[in-house]
């Protein structure tokens, strides 16, 4: 009973730690407020432990044993031996401290902050409890809980030891097959990067494409590309029952297909606990998904959110972004408004698929007198030059009456990069009139922006 609990007043509480949390308890502690940071993983959170770092950091070896076996045929001949090993290795020295936390709790701590380790759950718009301990934020409460992998309810899945993205990334060995249960942006990645280091991959997605969320082209393109890397892929299809026979893990399909592998991930998307935090205590309806805010970032006059929870963009440079918004506003109250417009998106498989903005569908289902232009990288000089892995799309999406990109899309060699100039074009609305005066240098793979504007 919180009643038995004995307050201890502060004047903010932060409920998670991870990237988006750390970027406002952090500057609030440094300022002399008493902050209690709460995190019931790892101070860090997802990113850093097992998302956007170790995944790269996989990816990055993956992508140099493909580049190896490109050498024959333009600069003489290469053998390849993947090794896992290594990967593990740097992953647990470099980049997650073999999950061990204490560097980051001690940066908090040395800024003046007060950590809690623990779940956290509302009492009320300005109390938190974490275990037997209650508190009371004078000043207001930020949520910065993010998400976990979401596993569906699947018939036996709940009898089968399958992995998420983090048993993967903590795998010191890779098995000899897996299925792969969704095709987004991290089904895709650790398909790819297991299939180059010598995994059996079958991939399950229940949509028409893979990437659903991107443009089909692109989900074309990684189709081709998976097709030519050996990677069976199921689109259209779901799985209806999982079970483990004889070691393995069988999977059955919506179209009666048997797919039999030794291990399963899931990768089916992410998930919040808004009933866990009892948001219902701050009037908040913990039947959603996520936790609604205003453009401030404000869910009460008080209380916050950032990041995942929100569900505005499950990125983390979103989440960064949020951060400072909602920073500015605890501490100003004369915060920007947040802008979603032009946020960039980059999956990086082989070839890397970024994109920004409205996808022509989304576009046209918002009533914009829609204009659209493509071209294939292979058929730019750049694209020409690159050779072998030099698959790749650039496919641009315009108000034709307002004259500007309101989406765009860079697939292929370095297409996050090559996604810099559309994301600032989108952002600010530029006339496409002013991108076509613009001179781009030759040969680069940017230059092929120019092509496809040349269409529009």
């Avoid at 979603?340 to 890397?352: H, L, M, N, Q």
């Amino acid at each position: 009973m919180t009643e038995q609990l004995e307050i201890e007043h502060v004047d903010y509480v932060v409920i998670g730690l991870g990237v988006a949390g750390e970027s406002i308890a952090g500057p609030l502690a440094e300022s002399g407020a008493r902050v209690v940071g709460v995190e019931a993983g790892l101070v860090g959170g997802e990113c850093p432990y097992w998302g956007c770092i170790p995944s790269k950091m996989m990816i990055r070896a993956a992508n140099t044993i493909a580049e190896a076996r490109r050498v024959d045929g333009l600069a003489g001949t290469a053998s390849v031996t993947p090794d896992w090993a290594p990967v593990a290795a740097r992953i647990r020295e470099q980049a997650t401290d073999d999950w061990n936390d204490q560097v980051a709790v001690d940066r908090f701590e040395g800024k003046g902050g007060i950590f809690v380790r623990g779940r956290a759950h509302f009492d009320g718009p300005d109390r938190v409890v974490v275990g037997d301990r209650l508190f009371q934020a004078k000043l207001g409460v930020v949520i910065a809980t993010g998400t976990a992998p979401a596993v569906p309810p699947i018939p036996g899945l709940d009898q089968v030891d399958f992995w998420t993205n983090h048993e993967i990334i903590e795998a010191k060995e890779l098995p000899d097959s897996i299925i792969v249960l969704g095709a987004g942006a991290i089904g895709s990645e650790l398909s790819q990067v297991m299939a180059r280091f010598g995994t059996t991959v079958t991939v399950v997605e229940a949509q028409d494409q893979l990437l659903p969320l991107e443009e089909p082209e692109s989900g074309a393109l990684l189709r081709s590309t998976f097709d030519a890397e050996g990677i069976a892929v199921h689109t259209g299809v779901a799985a209806s029952s999982v079970r483990s026979e004889d070691g393995d893990v069988v999977v059955e399909l919506t179209d009666g297909t048997e797919l039999r592998a030794e291990r399963l991930l899931v990768a089916t998307g992410r998930r919040t606990d808004l009933a866990g935090l009892r948001v219902d205590t701050i009037g908040v309806e913990p039947a959603q998904r996520f936790v609604p805010v205003d453009e401030h970032m404000r869910v009460t006059d008080r209380v916050w959110a950032v990041g995942d929870i929100t569900g505005k963009a499950l990125f983390t440079h979103v989440g960064m972004y949020q951060a400072a918004i909602a920073l500015t506003d605890i501490t100003t109250g004369d915060a920007p408004a947040a802008d979603y417009s032009a946020i960039p998106r980059v999956t990086f498989t082989d070839p890397e698929v970024g994109s920004v903005g409205l996808s022509e569908r989304d576009a046209r289902d918002s009533g914009i007198n829609v204009s659209t232009a493509m071209v294939e990288v292979p058929g730019t000089a750049r694209g020409w030059l690159h050779a072998s892995g030099n698959e790749g799309v650039i496919k641009l999406v315009a108000d034709a009456d307002r004259g500007v990109l309101v989406g765009a899309t860079s697939a292929g060699p370095h297409g996050g990069e090559v996604l810099s100039i559309l994301t600032l074009a989108v952002h600010e609305s530029t006339p496409i009139s002013n991108l076509k005066s613009m001179i781009y240098a030759y040969p680069t793979f940017h230059k092929g922006i120019e092509d496809a504007l040349r269409q529009l």
